[in-house]
Structure formats: C-alpha cells, structure tokens
C-alpha cells in the first residue's frame, strides 16, 4: 500500500509541475477569521450535580490566496489541555499549509487538516457540540505535518492520499514512522456521498484503521451513518476497537433540530471484548435545537448522555451551547 500511495504522489505531483499558468489579472487577498466555542452545562451523574461556564476552544487565522491555483491558511487552536489543571488554556499551531487547486486536481503541504472525518464532521455540523466520531474517541489526530492529494477522476468519483508524520498537531514528532491513508469518495446523485477510506501507520504492531461512511444532505434534510474500526490502537497487539454513528437533522428557518447516537465498543483480535478500554466503552445519545439568530452565531440547548457499556450507568448532561466565528 505504502508504494501505491507513493507513487500515485509522484505522478500527481509531476502534473503538477508541468500544469503551472500565469495569471497577471489576478490580485492576491487574504482575510482573518475567529471561531470559538463556548457553553454553560449541567452533568448528572451519581446523584451528584456539576455545573460549569466552559470556553472549549478558540481558533485564530488568517486565510490567503495568492492566485487562483494557490492559497494557504494558518490557524492557532487554543484549547483545553487535559493536563490535570496545571494550565486552562494552550495555543498549538493547528494548520500552516500551502494547496494547489486546479482541473480537480488539489494538493497541500505543510501542518494540513486531515480528510480522515472531514466529510462526516461537515454533515453532522456540530463541532461546537461533540466532536464527530474518530475525533471524539481518537482515532486520528485532526491535523498533521504531510502532504495530501486529492482528484476528482469523474463528476461521480474522486480519490484521495496522504503521507503524514502520525503524531497529529499537537505532537509533532520527527521520527521515521509515517501515516499512509487512502480514500475513495463516490457521489452517484445530487447530495449523496459514500466514502471508503483506510490507513496504516507502524511495521510490527501496525495500527490499521478501516471507515465507511454514507450521507445525505440536501437543503433540509441531512442524514448520515459511519462504520469506523481500527487494529492495534496505538502499536498494541489486539487493542482493537470500533463502532458505528448515527445523526441526522432537519432544518426550518432560522433553526434547526438534530440528533445523534454512537456506540464505541473494545475487541480482542477474535472479535470477543476486550477488557483494555472496557471502562471507557459505552453509547453516546445527543439532541438539541440549533437557532441562528445571526450570521456567525448559533446558540444551542441540548441535551447529551453516555451509557457506560461495564454497568450500563448513564452520564445525563444539559448544555447551552454556543459557537461565535467572524
């Protein structure tokens, strides 16, 4: 697979080379942009009460276009960084990327966005709320030092591949083990995607990861389902684990009501359950009413829960949720 993906890069990238025009009318822009995420919540949990004002994380950035075949962006995550209160807030450098964009052909360089659940996140639309599936229970990290190639082949047809370092923005380890994905996304009418995707990462141990996923999304209406499964999570023989994840939403105004389930279960390399993640293995339940009151602005009451899969207690949670972005 590994000398597949290389090589499809090299002739992408010869095309490249070779496909270059000038362009003297065009005038080079660029603009900032500012999302954050915030929220008031209430947990119930254990006939215990926890309330918290909470502001998950902040991105910073300044996009540009240099032609009409070349731009970049450079983004500043500040976030939560779960290191048992020794700091509240950390800024990483999330993205730091040029890209290519001509005839469907696109390429980018640098600190990228993963393509591994962009699609899913983009049609579940609620990032602000929980993150889409591989990114809530870390399957892969959002962005990477690497090179991404994507094609469009056919109006119903595109490909993708990418070399990354693996250890995702927030580590960005210069050692020699890499990441090998490989996507293929087919959208036969109007709204409709289904996408294969897969990567490979590591020699003895390696972690594979395997993900199918269809969706729809048309005017009102958008629904989505994934399968997402991954061997040896992290180089450890037969620490296996996946699931599935449900949403859907239906739009009317200015608002727009939607729901979600998950369920992320561990596995031994036999398929029976593994005891590795067991504690952490349960079902997600989310649904709210999204009002966009403003462009740029979406305030959010909803309600989520986590059904813990070793004794079936339930983790209820209320959330006034909010995302800002200009």
Not at 299 to 307: C, E, M
Request: charged letters at 25%; a neutral charge; one cysteine or more.
């Amino acid at each position: 697979m590994k000398k597949i993906i290389v090589l499809l890069i090299f002739v992408v990238a010869v095309k490249f080379l070779y496909s270059q025009e000038s362009d003297t009318e065009f005038k080079p822009y660029g603009k900032t942009f500012v999302k954050v995420f915030t929220n008031y919540h209430s947990t119930f949990s254990d006939n215990e009460t926890h309330n918290a004002f909470e502001i998950q994380r902040a991105y910073l950035g300044y996009g540009f276009k240099l032609s009409k075949e070349f731009s970049g962006k450079v983004t500043l995550d500040v976030g939560n960084p779960k290191d048992d209160g020794k700091l509240m807030m950390t800024a990483f450098l999330k993205n730091a990327y040029f890209q290519y964009k001509k005839n469907g052909l696109k390429v980018k360089f640098g600190l990228i966005s993963r393509y591994q659940f962009k699609m899913q996140e983009e049609l579940w639309g609620g990032r602000y709320l929980y993150k889409s599936y591989m990114d809530e229970y870390k399957f892969g990290a959002s962005a990477d030092l690497g090179t991404f190639i994507s094609y469009k082949i056919h109006d119903v047809i595109s490909v993708d591949v990418s070399i990354e370092n693996g250890d995702g923005y927030k580590s960005l380890e210069m050692d020699s083990v890499l990441k090998y994905s490989g996507g293929i996304t087919i959208t036969p009418i109007k709204g409709l995607n289904i996408r294969g995707y897969t990567d490979y990462m590591g020699e003895e141990d390696a972690q594979q990861t395997y993900a199918a996923y269809i969706g729809y999304g048309l005017k009102y209406i958008e629904i989505g389902a994934e399968y997402n499964y991954q061997l040896n999570n992290k180089f450890n023989t037969d620490n296996d684990w996946g699931g599935y994840s449900f949403y859907a939403s239906y739009k009317f105004g200015k608002l727009r009501v939607f729901g979600r389930y998950d369920k992320l279960k561990s596995t031994t390399v036999d398929g029976e359950i593994g005891d590795w993640n067991y504690k952490k293995d349960g079902q997600a339940i989310l649904a709210g009413l999204e009002f966009i009151p403003l462009k740029g602005i979406k305030i959010t009451p909803n309600y989520q829960a986590w059904i813990y899969e070793k004794d079936s207690h339930v983790s209820h949670s209320v959330y006034l949720s909010c995302e800002i972005k200009f």
